[in-house]
């Protein structure tokens, strides 16, 4: 009954220690799925509105999700293994209490029958153990695919928010490209506008100093002989 109530608390601590690194685990998850959303969240900052500086921030979003991929493979492994060797840890001592049982007959205090109950109840214990290693595997399994199911969904909705956003500048940059030709053609047009006003106003000044060279001209003339007439003898 020692024995028994030893190796189910030695079981308790270990999985409790199973426990703790799992509520780390999820932890490191919470953070990084934190970070995917204020990356998420900076795809929208009125200073981010560049194509390199989307793209910077596209290539960190990956990084950190390839990188916190691997320590999920990683940590859970490690949790795996921990559960593995809680298994194999109450099996070593319960094999090692069976191999501490001595018989009367070489001076120890068990017999025969004795020992068939006592290697009944072990069995019964390492049979609760190899249950309870199996559950956890299944359930580090599960636990460590929903991690990598949750990291690759942030990373999706990061995408999807990066492709309106690089739709939206492509948009604004044509935009401003359009205006920018736009803004060229005008001054083309006026520098033409300004250029042909002064052609027309030069025009204008030479006809306005023709015009008034012949007038004058002509009626000076027609003076000078209304003045001869006037001036000489009947």
């Given at each position: 009954m020692r024995h028994t109530k030893h190796a189910a608390k030695r079981r308790a601590d270990l999985e409790a220690r199973l426990e703790h690194e799992l509520r780390e685990a999820e932890a490191k998850l919470q953070a990084h799925l934190a970070k995917m959303e204020g990356l998420r969240v900076e795809l929208g900052n009125n200073k981010n509105n560049y194509t390199p500086t989307l793209l910077r921030l596209q290539r960190e979003a990956e990084a950190a999700n390839k990188a916190f991929a691997a320590a999920v493979n990683?940590?859970?492994e490690a949790l795996r293994g921990s559960a593995a060797g809680l298994l194999r840890s109450v099996q070593q001592m319960n094999a090692?209490?069976?191999?501490?049982?001595?018989?009367?007959?070489?001076?120890g205090n068990f017999n025969e029958v004795e020992k068939g109950r006592f290697r009944e109840r072990?069995?019964?214990?390492?049979?609760?153990?190899?249950?309870?290693?199996?559950?956890?595997?299944?359930?580090?399994?599960?636990?460590?695919?929903?991690?990598?199911?949750?990291?690759?969904?942030?990373?999706?909705?990061?995408?999807?928010?990066?492709?309106?956003?690089?739709?939206?500048?492509?948009f604004m940059e044509g935009l401003k490209l359009r205006q920018g030709k736009a803004s060229a053609e005008m001054r083309i047009e006026l520098t033409r506008s300004v250029q042909q006003a002064s052609a027309i106003d030069e025009r204008l000044g030479e006809l306005r100093k023709l015009l008034p060279a012949r007038g004058g001209g002509g009626g000076a003339a027609r003076s000078e002989e209304h003045t001869s007439e006037l001036q000489s003898p009947i």
């Open positions: 990683e940590r859970f090692d209490f069976e191999n501490s049982w001595k018989p009367f007959e070489a001076g072990l069995s019964k214990v390492d049979e609760a153990a190899a249950a309870a290693a199996a559950a956890q595997e299944t359930r580090l399994l599960g636990l460590a695919e929903a991690q990598r199911e949750q990291a690759a969904a942030a990373l999706v909705s990061f995408g999807e928010t990066l492709a309106l956003n690089l739709e939206d500048i492509r």
